[in-house]
């Protein structure tokens, strides 16, 4: 990073950070942009900002403007031709900014004189977002009160930033594929379990018709029920291994990625770190409170890209030494979005070193589906109680997890472990995160254990064979 591309001020470097915080609170696509669009903004000081992403390499889709447009913006604005906009095609094909000075005597093509006209444009300035050698979009930076000329500081300061925010728009762009892969695999995983269902009834139908004719096919049609329950929680059982296998790749695809670009916000740290230690600054200690916020966002996602490594790797073993608490402490970091702001957890671990023989990414994957049920029985603001204990006696460890939800009804506990029960709404869930839960304890040679009330909670008992 060269003099040019130094903040030169407290107020680039306050804004700055705080476009790195509004990244960081969010991975929605549409707000990254946003976030980026209006931060650009106001570091540079300029009236108007619009972000256009590439599409298929020849299309231009608008995805973030600042201030927003008004009602009615022709489609053409909004979904636009590369070709139609040879400045914009010029920033791409070149990988540096292209630079208007003054609308009015620069040579604008029909597409670029409307949007100068739409927006009353006096000057302006084109920057690509590039990473890795490829541009993702453009960020649009025009001024509406007079024509201005742009200072080398403020090109190269603004260019630096626009290349080091395509690393979050890359980010949110994964994050919102995966969400896209997940959601198609629950479609997918509940269009199967209906037409199971739907063959299941058919069968019963036809073995109904059957049982009136004699007992051989009565005993006949026992063994096909029982076959075709088997059937139907193995292919079950295959659809979710499929499903948390793609998830895993793609969660640790995502935890790589976002290691990369980590390491580089660390390096920029450190440089300004050093950079005000070493050069005498009235407003250093203001300077330095704002590095530490820097340095605890990355910590924090740290911590996060750590935990989706530990739920992602599974090596299909059961001779891990397994630490209770930090399992629980890494689904709790995973499922932080969810908690975030709504449910007050309460941690009870007697001891640091609860451990267990086996799977580590299997009891990853229990204690997540319970965990998750838990936060999505409580409606609004609630409570969750994670208590872990070990019996030197019985080398055992007991897990408890109690939540202040909506409970279950008393005629439905003998049914949460049974594979496509639920209770929640169609298409919010297939019923087979409790089983799968019940399943992995067992291989444990662990215990699992329900009671709840309706309207009042309910509360999980796991135990399992201690390792200590």
């Known amino acids: 990073m060269d003099k040019h591309t130094i903040p030169k001020s407290v107020r680039e470097l306050n804004i700055l950070i705080k476009i790195n915080q509004d990244i960081i609170s969010t991975l929605v696509f549409e707000d990254v942009l946003q976030a980026i669009s209006n931060g650009m903004s106001e570091l540079l000081n300029i009236e108007t900002a619009a972000i256009y992403t590439i599409q298929n390499e020849k299309e231009l889709l608008l995805g973030a403007t600042t201030p927003p447009l008004p009602p009615g913006v022709p489609v053409e604005v909004r979904l636009a031709s590369i070709d139609d906009h040879p400045h914009i095609k010029r920033a791409i094909q070149d990988h540096q900014p292209a630079i208007v000075d003054d609308t009015k005597s620069a040579k604008l093509s029909a597409a670029e004189q409307s949007i100068v006209e739409l927006r009353n444009l006096k000057s302006m300035l084109y920057l690509p977002f590039v990473l890795k050698g490829d541009v993702l979009g453009v960020l649009i930076l025009g001024t509406c009160n007079k024509a201005r000329k742009y200072t080398e500081h403020e090109i190269n300061l603004g260019q630096t930033i626009a290349n080091h925010l395509a690393v979050a728009i890359q980010n949110a762009k994964l994050h919102e594929d995966i969400k896209i892969h997940r959601d198609n695999l629950e479609k997918m995983v509940h269009e199967k379990t209906q037409d199971l269902k ?94 530490d916020s820097i340095k605890e966002g990355v910590d924090r996602i740290s911590t996060i890209v750590k935990s989706l490594k530990h739920f992602s790797h599974n090596n299909n073993k ?84 109690e939540d202040s939800g909506k409970g279950i009804k008393q005629e439905d506990i003998d049914k949460v472990m049974e594979p496509f029960f639920t209770t929640k709404d169609p298409g919010k869930g297939v019923g087979l995160g409790l089983s799968i839960s019940y399943r992995i304890i067992e291989e444990h040679q662990g ?22």
């Open 447 to 468: 215990e699992i254990v329900i009671s709840s009330k309706a309207g009042k909670g309910t509360l999980v008992r796991i135990e399992l064979p201690s390792a200590s």
């Open 198 to 291: 739907t063959a299941i009834e058919e069968l019963q139908a036809a073995n109904d018709e059957l049982y009136a004719k004699n007992e051989i096919i009565i005993d006949q049609n026992s063994e096909l029920k029982d076959t075709l329950q088997h059937l139907k929680e193995t292919q079950a059982q295959l659809l979710q291994s499929e499903k948390m296998a793609s998830l895993g790749t793609l969660t640790a695809g995502v935890a790589h990625e976002i290691n990369n670009p980590l390491n580089f916000i660390m390096g920029a740290y450190l440089r300004f770190d050093n950079y005000f230690r070493n050069k005498p600054d009235p407003n250093f200690k203001e300077s330095e409170l704002l590095l």
């Open 318 to 401: 059961m001779d891990e030494s397994c630490n209770i608490n930090h399992i629980l402490d890494n689904c709790l970091i995973i499922l932080n979005n969810e908690i975030f702001d709504r449910i007050n957890v309460e941690q009870n671990y007697t001891d640091d070193h609860i451990l267990v023989k086996g799977n580590a990414a299997d009891l990853h994957h229990a204690l997540l589906n319970i965990l998750t049920n838990s936060i999505q029985a409580i409606e609004g603001e609630g409570r969750i109680s994670i208590t872990s204990t070990t019996n030197p006696k019985t080398k055992r460890v007991k897990i408890e997890i």
